[in-house]
Every structure is written in structure tokens, then in C-alpha cells.
């Protein structure tokens, strides 16, 4: 049913490490050039809000299954599974996959997104290391990560812009 | 190793029912209006060319290990094998995916993925109905497969283009 | 101020031959296989909200001021102004604006594009077909017109798919 | 004739303040982290060769045409001159141009672009700067150039990677 697969979403998410406080801390980072005193708490509604979204929703539930399909072994592709156990660098398809979440928010989106994936603040950092160090993959979930992160980031910016404009 | 990862695509396309010859067919038909006497052979040089591409190889065995995932049971995500499974019209990944393949061709290659991906010519209607009708999911098959052939035809234009204007 | 943005923003349209009753028209007819009695009344709505978002106005404005600077002489790059009267096929950033329209409704919409870009359906048609054939630039107006479109019918799929599932 | 664009395009970038040099520094600084003792020379070619295709070329005449346009009190859209006059920071259609460039080049150019354009590094800082503070307009420039630098990094990480692994 289409209204639980927000708190699906944020289930898979946090049985993988990450939570909903982690990605609006990450948005808030992105935010704290142009608003100081900006808290988490005030960008986890627009985290929530883009985790609303139905595109949002299939791309991490896809990524996240990405990821443990590679670390359970239950691909078939043996090279396939192999560029993601190594996080291989020219692979792509996990940029892709993010670009798709940001570009429901417009051209700002994408540019925070390319800044936190090179960044790699907060739970990104985390969760890339986890990814290269252990038998742990991630390779998918850092980039939806950030997507998200930079959405809320931009959409926050977007409405912030709006009121102060009224 | 890199040079084989043609080969292994064209063989994991092969067995998911898809051979070079259609993908150059979906191109000759993207060209059909421009160069009336084209024939599928002379595409097959660019379909080659851009199945060589390291991102376009990566696109392709995700895109096959996802639809074999869903089918075969494998994934965890019992929500996100349903939408595979029924090819939910909004599930939106599948077109990301492919838009990744297009955007190394330029802006031409995604107005031709548009278009055939709704007019479902050739290779890409057989698989699209056969991951309706029976137990089979193409649904990122069909996508990645229209991306190659816009990609390739898009190639084509502007190679044409160029050794026109010299 | 922004409120007056949408109006500004038709005003411009009409002036240069497009009507909201047209971009609906576009809008109806990608949505025609899925909603056969739909009117083009019902996607002015649509098209309207669309055309409220602050990225799609700016979009408008910077494609239509680009034909009119082109037709009327005024840019001081004659190659650039040459490859806009001409509407040359390989040009690209016509495209890319218009993606830039459609990328914050989802693939969908970028899809749609696609469609009717090759297509070329009704107002967008006339207005192709007018930059052609006489002094009149429109190279990136029919683009701006068919991503609006484009973007318009996939909200409308968006919002009637929710309604259904509700 | 399409040989000359090349030449016209770092004749123009010169006239708004913008060397090679300068590009591939930005390119350099993009790639520093992974190559510590690289030069900007050799990263000199890699900027040539984005700037050879022709939809970049394209891009780089749009962009400076509209820049110069705005500044010289040309265009008929008095909301759009003053968007581009202030660098309205949620116009959207300069990155979305930019985001044209780095397509051609996979997800890392579109990564690398973000950072840049947050970073506001060398040349793009100094643009950025002087579109700010003084009558200039370099509102498209800033992006386009970030985006070729972006790209030839892209290509030169791509290329390193596959020679390295022969």
C-alpha cells in the first residue's frame, strides 16, 4: 500500500545503518553556508518529504536490494558482483540511480548531491568506509544517501526562497 | 577483465532473448526518416561501439541481475518484486537506468529513447509483452535495450553529420 | 514579483504563437492511450502548475528571448545565430533546456519528450514547421512547448495513479 | 565550418576572461585528490577535447551570448535580464546547461561539476566574483566553465583507469 512505503523505506534504511536524522543532518550541512543556525530537526520534514516521494521510494528500495544481493552472494553475474564488493570507481550505475531522486528537485539538487558524494560527511563517510572495509556493500546506498540528503537541501531552499519572497 | 565485458553482455543479452541484430533493427528504425535506405547492418558497428562503453556495460548487467533477482525470487523486498513483476508504470528506476546509457550520446539519444520506448518497436515489444504475460520480468530489459538502440542511432546522426560536413 | 510569473510567462507564449489551450492539447494526446475521453480542458490544470514552478518560468523566458535575439538580429556570435535560424538537428541545448523542464517531474516526463519531440504534434508541429520556412527562430520554443507537455500529462498520470490506489 | 569552433570557442571564452589554462587548472584541482604530482598541462589536452565536441561548443555560445546579452541591455525580458543581472541563485537553466556538458561524459563529470560549483575554485571564483560586484554578467559562464573542467577530469580519470588496467 502505497502510505507505508515511507515507513518501509525508512525501515530498510535504518536496518542498513542509516537514520532519519543522520540524512537531515547531511541536509543541514548542505545548508549551513547560507543558514547558520539552521538545527537537523528543521530538514528532517523535508527529508520525510522527498522519502514521500513514489520515484524516491522504488530508488532506494532498488538500491538497498542492489547492496545485499552483491554481500549475500545471490547474483549471478560474478562481475557484476565484483564491482560492487569493490565499489568500483568508473561503475556509475549508483550515481545514476541518485541522480535520478535529485533531479525531481531541480538543477541545485544535483549540485549539492555532487558536493556530499566528493564531501563525504556525516553518515556518507560512514557507511563508504563500512562499504570498504568489511564484508559489507554500500556501494548503491552512500549515493541514494546523498541523493536524498541533497534533495531535502534544496527543496528547503527552494521553499525558504518562496516565503521570504512573499 | 574489461575487454570481455562486450562479450559477456552481448551473452547475457543473448540469454535474456536479445541479440545485437535487434538492437541494431530498434536503431535502423530511429534512423528510418533520415536515411531511408539505411540498413541494420550498418548500425551494428554503433550498437557495438556503445555496448563497448564501461558505464553502458555496468547499466546492462544490473539492469539483467535485477529482472533475474525479481523473477527468480531472490530479493528480500517483497514490495519491490512486486513492482518489477507487475512492470509498474510508475516505478521510474527502470528509465533512470537507461537514462545513464543515453546521456554519454548527447541530447539526441534521449529524445530517441522516448520515443521508442513508447512506440515499442521490434525486440523491445516482444520483450515488454513477455514480461506481462508470463512468469518472465524484463522490466529493466526493455528500457536498457531501447537506450543502446537510441544511443547507437543517435551515434550514427552524428558521425553522419560530420563526415558530411567535411 | 513571482506570482506574476505565470502571467508573464503565458504572455510571452502567446506573443510568439502558443496558447495554454495548446500545450494542453499536446498534453492530452500523450496521455490519449491510457485516457481515451480525456479533454484537453482537463490538463489545463495541469499545464498551468507546470508553468507556476519558478525553474520551468526562467526556462520559457531564456528560450524565447534566445529565438528573438536570433531572429532579430541582435546577437553579436554569428555561428551561434546562423545554427538558430537554421534550427540545426545537432545543436542540443534546445534539448537540454527542455530536459531541464521536464527532469523535475520524473522520467515519465522525460520519456513523454521524447515522443513528442519526434513526433511533433499540433502547436508544436506549426511552430516547427514556422521556424523553418520563414524569418521566425523558433528552435528552442517548440522544445520549451513539448517538455511543458510533456511534464503536464506525466503530473496528470502521477496524481491519477494516486487517486486510483487511494 | 565545424573545425573552426574549437578556436571560436577559446576565442570567446578569452574575450570573458577565461584561458584554457585556466579550465584545465580547475580539472586539476578536481583530480588532485587521486593524483597528487599531476600538472594542469596534461590535463590541457583533456579540456581540448571536451571543447572539441560539438554540443559543448554549442553550450559555451549560448552561454556567453546570453551573459553578454543581459549585460548589454539587449534582451527584451526585462525579469529575465535581471535574474541574470543578480545571478538569481534559483534560476536553474545556467547549471542545467552545464549539466548538457558533463552528461557526455558519465555520472563522474556530473559529480565532479557539483563540487566545483560549490567549491568555486580559481577561475570559477574569479568569475563568479566579477559577475557579482560590477556591471559584467557572467551568470551562464561560471557554470559552463565548471562544467568542462568537470568533464575533462571525468575523461582523464576514465582514461588513466583503462590504460591502468591493460
Chains 1, 2, 3, 4 share one sequence.
Request: include cysteine; charge should be negative; aromatic fraction near 8%.
Amino acid at each position: 500500500m502505497p502510505d507505508d512505503f515511507l515507513e518501509h523505506c525508512l525501515q530498510i534504511l535504518e536496518e542498513r545503518g542509516v537514520r532519519l536524522e543522520d540524512i537531515a543532518d547531511c541536509a543541514r550541512y548542505l545548508q549551513a553556508d547560507y543558514h547558520v543556525d539552521l538545527t537537523a530537526e528543521e530538514l528532517e520534514e523535508s527529508v520525510r518529504a522527498v522519502l514521500s516521494k513514489r520515484e524516491t521510494q522504488y530508488a532506494v528500495m532498488t538500491a538497498i536490494e542492489l547492496d545485499k544481493c552483491a554481500e549475500e552472494g545471490k547474483m549471478s553475474d560474478k562481475y557484476l558482483t565484483d564491482a560492487l564488493m569493490r565499489d568500483e570507481a568508473l561503475f556509475g550505475s549508483d550515481e545514476v540511480l541518485a541522480y535520478g531522486i535529485c533531479n525531481t528537485y531541480g538543477s541545485i539538487a544535483l549540485t549539492n548531491f555532487g558536493f556530499i558524494d566528493k564531501k563525504k560527511y556525516g553518515i556518507i563517510k560512514k557507511i563508504n568506509r563500512e562499504g570498504k572495509n568489511t564484508g559489507r556493500c554500500n556501494t548503491f546506498l552512500d549515493d541514494v544517501v546523498g541523493a536524498i540528503a541533497a534533495s531535502a537541501a534544496s527543496r528547503f531552499a527552494h521553499r525558504w526562497k518562496r516565503e521570504e519572497s512573499e
